[in-house]
């Protein structure tokens, strides 16, 4: 199986998140990789869904690891970011991240 370069873990849950937009999220999340070309090779992502990260409000909340950075708040507009500026040129979006690690 070809490596992933990083995991990233969108919370569809319904405490962080009342209206659920984490389920758009990760819908949202497959085209913006496919688009971004990080579905294959050496920057490939894996993208996942949970249910709860134990964090339960101020969502929808997205982590990338393995740097373990943990976003919050994530709109459509800062997933794009994420995507592009984080799993793409390898930049955090350090204004959007509450906890690391
Ligand atoms: S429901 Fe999203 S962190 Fe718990």
């Known amino acids: 199986m070809e490596p992933y ?3 990233v ?3 569809t849950g319904g405490f962080c998140s009342p209206n659920r937009q984490g389920r758009m ?3 949202l999340l497959a085209s913006l990789l496919q688009r971004e070309g990080l579905l294959f090779g050496p920057s490939r992502v894996k ?3 949970t249910p709860c990260l134990g964090v ?3 969502g929808p909340i997205v982590v990338v690891y393995p740097e373990g950075v943990w976003y919050a708040g ?3 507009t800062l997933l794009e970011r994420i995507v ?3 799993l793409k ?3 955090v979006v350090e204004e959007a991240v509450f906890y690391r690690r």
């Open 25 to 27: 999220l990760y819908s």
């Open 56 to 58: 339960c409000a101020g």
């Open 74 to 76: 994530v709109t459509p």
């Open 5 to 7: 370069a990083r995991h």
């Open 47 to 49: 993208r996942g869904e």
């Open 89 to 91: 040129e390898g930049r």
């Open 9 to 11: 873990l969108v919370c």
């Open 84 to 86: 592009v500026e984080h």
